[in-house]
């Protein structure tokens, strides 16, 4: 969006009985809910779903347990047309972390053991992949991409930092703390080219983009149900192409060691698995009720304006604009630049995070990246421009007097 645009607050999105979206949802009605990108939000629907297949389990766990993984079979079908990919190519795992863990146990060193990442990467995945570097005796290199990097220099900076020790490649198709993109598949198609596995997180990216795996180069990619999704919690997808996903093992040996992948996926023992056979359920409701295609429009012209009137109000007050060029926008997610002070770390924003969701009464994320400090805007159907309006009005001003603190001698 330019300078003199200006963003206009979309209708909010309603129920077929003409309800608020958000009667959809059991969030606390006290609360501000504007960080739907780390832990999402489960429809009732689905809430249901999960809770009359754990009363399944309980009547008669010796009947459930062995049908089991026939049942997430099933599931797997289902979310793999949500995906569009292959059945045979999609494991179900916890999480993105828990799967970007098991293509970590998987690999092994061929070259020099040296691992690339971006400094916008997951820290989990970055700590994962920093323990295989010390298991192949080698290391971590950082690839510097600048914020406000577009596709061309991002591209380069990642592809500068390859070299004949490289192992494996580590990068993220939507950053979590930066909320932009990188250019996935033309890193994965220079590394194909050098012989060199990649591994994508896409942890925000089901839900958030149509296609996630449109035009796929790379080995192996992870990317969460229970985000954008909106699936119970501990539902993500594996996806694995080529000779390599032979290795992939569950975090679990069970009885399913020996089948082939993906299928030795769906035996994990007594984990509740409930919550992969309810994500089928949580991705219809969106469609059936608005279509994905118009809640993702819906979302990303609702960033827009929530980003505008809170920069807008920080900029009021700090007389600093705070708009973030951030070189590879995605849909549903911005950033807003804190006043100078806030946020600085991740775990100074992590603190802010927590004192605005307990003094303030919203939950919001909060960000950081080279110092300096972000609000990330996530938005989804249940939310409202009244929602960022609130922030503007109520928090910003608050938020610019903690500021103030910090700076005082």
């Known amino acids: 969006m330019s300078e003199t645009e200006v963003a206009v607050a979309p209708a909010p999105l309603l129920l077929a009985d003409g309800r608020p979206a958000a009667r959809a949802w059991s969030l606390d009605p006290a609360q501000r809910h504007l960080n739907h990108g780390s832990f999402g939000a489960v429809p009732l629907v689905a809430q249901a779903r999960q809770q009359a297949l754990r009363a399944e389990m309980e009547r008669s766990p010796v009947v459930w347990f062995p049908a089991l993984p026939g049942r997430i079979a099933a599931a797997r079908l289902e979310l793999a047309a949500f995906l569009h990919v292959d059945p045979g190519d999609l494991a179900l795992v916890p999480n993105a972390s828990a799967g970007a863990t098991v293509v970590h146990a998987a690999l092994t060193r061929r070259r020099g053991g040296e691992i690339v990442v971006t400094d916008h990467g997951y820290g989990a995945v970055t700590m994962g992949a920093e323990r295989l570097a010390r298991r192949w005796g080698g290391r971590v290199r950082t690839a510097h991409v600048p914020l406000g990097a577009g596709e061309d220099e991002a591209y380069e900076a990642v592809v500068a930092s390859l070299s004949a020790d490289t192992d494996l490649v580590v990068v993220d198709q939507i950053t979590s703390a930066t909320a932009r993109g990188l250019p996935v598949e033309r890193i994965g198609a220079e590394a194909r080219r050098r012989g060199i596995p990649v591994l994508v997180d896409g942890a925000h990216a089901p839900g958030l983009v149509e296609s996630p795996l449109a035009g796929a180069t790379y080995d192996f990619w992870t990317g969460n149900l229970h985000k954008w999704g909106c699936a119970p919690r501990g539902a993500a997808a594996l996806v694995a192409r080529g000779p390599l996903r032979d290795a992939l093992h569950p975090l679990i040996d069970s009885w399913g060691a020996h089948d082939p992948y993906p299928d030795r996926f769906d035996q994990q023992g007594t984990l509740d698995a409930t919550s992969y056979l309810a994500a089928p359920t949580a991705l219809a409701f969106v469609a059936d009720t608005w279509g994905w295609p118009a809640a993702r429009r819906y979302m990303d012209r609702l960033a ?64 950081s990246f080279d110092g300096i400090g972000y609000l990330r805007l996530s938005a989804h159907v249940y939310n409202t421009a009244a929602d960022y309006e609130h922030f503007a009005e109520q928090c910003v001003p608050v938020l610019g007097e903690w500021a103030r603190a910090v700076a005082r001698p």
């Open 304 to 367: 827009d304006y929530g980003a505008q009137v809170i920069g807008a109000a920080f900029a009021g007050l700090t007389g600093v604009d705070s708009a973030v060029d951030v070189g590879m926008p995605v849909p549903g997610m911005r950033l807003v630049r804190l006043p100078d002070g806030l946020g600085r770390t991740r775990l100074e924003a992590d603190a802010l995070r927590d004192r605005v969701a307990r003094e303030l009464a919203v939950e919001a994320a909060f960000t």
